[in-house]
Nanobody, 126 residues
Framework: QVQLVESGGGSVQAGGSLRLSCAAS????????MGWFRRAQGKERERVAL????????DYADSVKGRFTISQDNAKNAVYLQMNSLKPEDTAMYYC???????????????????WGQGILVTVSS
């Protein structure tokens, strides 16, 4: 059974940092498209970052460029989101998602992500 489990969320003051982790299990593909999404209360879901694990090609939302970094550890089947210089507007539920075996780059459709984690809350106070 394929599972994605997020960890590392919590509360932090503005300007602080958090590192989210996404551990994948039950996966047989050696390369995949992985993404981090978020949904703030009352807002639509937003893709924050994506990475193609075969080449480490990355893409970021304009709202987080220069502050967030997506990375991978293929040996651990894990993807991370390092979040620096956090702002109150970064407060949201964050979700890890995957399109197993797929190649992705800039503009990859969000509806291609078939597997989702349960989400983890990030709260940034001013």
């Amino acid at each position: 059974q394929v599972q994605l489990v997020e960890s590392g969320g919590g509360s932090v003051q503005a300007g602080g940092s958090l590192r989210l982790s996404c551990a994948a299990s039950g996966v047989t593909y050696s390369t995949s498209c992985m993404g981090w999404f978020r949904r703030a209360q009352g807002k639509e879901r937003e893709r924050v970052a994506l990475i193609y694990t075969g080449t480490s090609n990355r893409d970021y939302a304009d709202s987080v460029k220069g502050r967030f970094t997506i990375s991978q550890d293929n040996a651990k089947n894990a993807v991370y989101l390092q979040m620096n210089s956090l702002k109150p507007e970064d407060t949201a539920m964050y979700y890890c998602a995957a399109d197993w075996g797929a190649y992705c780059t800039l503009g990859y459709p969000n509806n291609q992500f078939q597997y989702w984690g349960q989400g983890i809350l990030v709260t940034v106070s001013s």
